[in-house]
């Protein structure tokens, strides 16, 4: 099938009344996870992964998608109003945002946040569609080119998120460690089970991200005492035309990176969004301004992390690599509807895969239409107070964990996880990696041990590919290369260093 | 602060040598291949030399700056415990209790007990986040949470 013909068997499923319904609600659900502080779009999907248990595979996967792009547009708001980042990949809207917004000028801000999220958004989604056909080329992929392909993506993951690629290599390491748990992928035989039933099928990957990334994040801002928040007041939301002028570049720039970014496994929304920034300042012929309430910083980076969020499905699409934490949450949820993200995905299960690519068209239009009237609405949300608003979380998480297996035991996991993402916190451990690794870790040992069952225990095995050689040959660069300093985006890690969300 | 960091470097490396004894005990190579214990024993020796690799850098630079302590406030430990200790005994006492009451309790805690938060509203709240998503799950989404096995609050329907 090629790709138009698969966007219009995507579209006929997408456009049912029940999908465009799931895809509404994830839409406001994403939003809600973005404008909230305190939840950003890993734990929010795992969070709300429970809710798609009683559903379709495809509309499950299609509220999800929509939870994670959604996310990125709620974060806007809350850099605007309040100066503090929804999602990390917003941080830095705050700059010019809350300086618009002091200047009167929120509503211009938020709407072209608005637009540029829609325009990176969907080009995005065209990129994910245009590289469909390279599935064909994943289809030849054996064990051996897949241990390449997973050690390559293990190595960018690690070279790309935090401040230290020890640390994030680290962090990859303990999350195969976690996948490790359970009965082994290859001979069936338990292991790390410390004879406990539940752990015979591996730690609930849910468990694990709404503990690192949930609880934790709770435990974190538990230390301070919760201030209630001030927001400012929206005024004239419609952007004048100086300002579409304004933002016609910064929103073309922003897409081509975040798009280009956002196929880099491991590439955080932050580093596009910060490098957009960069790059507006630089570009401009006013960069003194910058900081005090300049359109162009927020049309660029805003415009740049919804590209990325969409051209960050494309490896997992194709490949089966997930590129980030949020996209492996996804992955997650892709498996436990017994569905395989990657080319054979598209084979055996075309109307999941077109129909999930074909709605996020659906939900970057629902998503303009949302953000611009009901800004207002979203706004009275952040009037919660964190006091009740982490409790409402920790019920959600409590609930959820319970949910995947009706157990308590994942509620005691998630602590555990919560304790633990809380401390790698405190010694800026990037939690992403880990995430990524224990969803693909599984897979990665699976490949590895059947590829050496092939050649009986010989090494020389991956020599023999020429693609296992070049994959392992770039995963040897990215690990030893600190050229990687000398492009703008090296810049935007140690500025998105923090970044353990997406 | 560094010093924590290399606490935390060492603790790793104990961790990894525990993950390689244990990987020891699982066949580490088969007439196939690798064998169950092969994986895990290499992932432990990674860990172990990152981790010493991280304890020499910060030996040889030491965290600059003005660091963030690692311990928090002291009313900041006691609301991490307060949350840890709460969800712990959430899970313990579920099954025997019952999902909406423990549910309630809990969120009667964390709202008035940590949150200061007005009566009206806590109530308001922990009846929904309680009773509320008890009906939502078991009724919609097909999650039989547990209920209450203590004979009064069983006969109340809870």
Known sequence: MDAFGGLLLGFSVALTPQNLLFALLGCIMGTLVGVLPGLGPSAGTALLIPLTFNLPATSAIIMLAAIYYGSQYGGTITSVLINVPGEASSAVTCIDGYQMAKNGRAGAAIAIAAIGSFVGGTIGVMGLVAAAPLTQFALQFGPVEFVGLMVLGLTLVSGLAGKSMVKALMSAIFGLMLGTVGMDPAQGSPRFTFDQVQLLDGIGFISVIMGLFGVGEVLTNAEEEWKPIITHKMTGLMPTLKDLKDSFWPILRGTALGFALGLVPGMTGSASSFTSYIIEKRMSKYPEKFGTGVIEGVAGPE???????????????????????????????????????????????????????????????????????????????????????????????????????????????????????????????????????????????????????????????????????????????????????????????????????? | MTRVHQVASLIIIVFSVWVMYMAHQYTYWTALGPGPGFFPFWLGVFMAVLSAIWFVQLMMKPLEGKAIEFLPSRAGIVRILAIIISVFLVGLFMEDVGFSVIMFVFMLFLLIGLGRVNPVVTLVIALTCSFGLYWLFTNYLDVPFPESSIGFLKNLGF
């Open chain 1, 303 to 502: 415009t740049a992390n919804n590209a990325h969020a969409n051209a960050a499905y494309i490896p997992l699409f194709t490949l089966g690599i997930p590129g980030s934490a949020t996209v492996a949450v996804l992955m997650g949820a892709f498996m436990m509807n017994g569905l395989i993200p990657g080319p054979f995905l598209f084979k055996e299960h075309p109307d999941v895969a077109w129909g999930v690519i074909a709605s996020m068209y659906i939900g970057n239009v629902m998503l303009l239409i949302l953000n611009l009237p009901l800004v207002g609405i979203w706004v009275k949300f952040l009037q919660i107070p964190y006091s009740v608003l982490f409790a409402i979380i920790m019920a959600f998480m409590v609930v959820g964990a319970y949910s995947v297996d009706n157990s308590v035991f994942d509620i005691w996991t998630m602590l555990l996880f919560g304790i633990v993402g809380y401390l790698m916190r405190k010694v800026d451990i990037p939690l992403a990696p880990a995430v990524l690794t224990l969803i693909l870790g599984p897979l990665m040992e699976k490949n590895l041990r059947r590829a050496l069952e092939m050649s009986q225990g010989d090494f020389g095995i991956f020599r023999e590919s020429p693609i296992a050689m070049v994959l392992f040959g770039l995963a040897l660069l990215v690990l030893i290369a600190p050229m990687l300093k000398f492009l703008p985006f090296a810049k935007a890690r140690s500025f998105g260093g923090g970044d353990t969300q997406t």
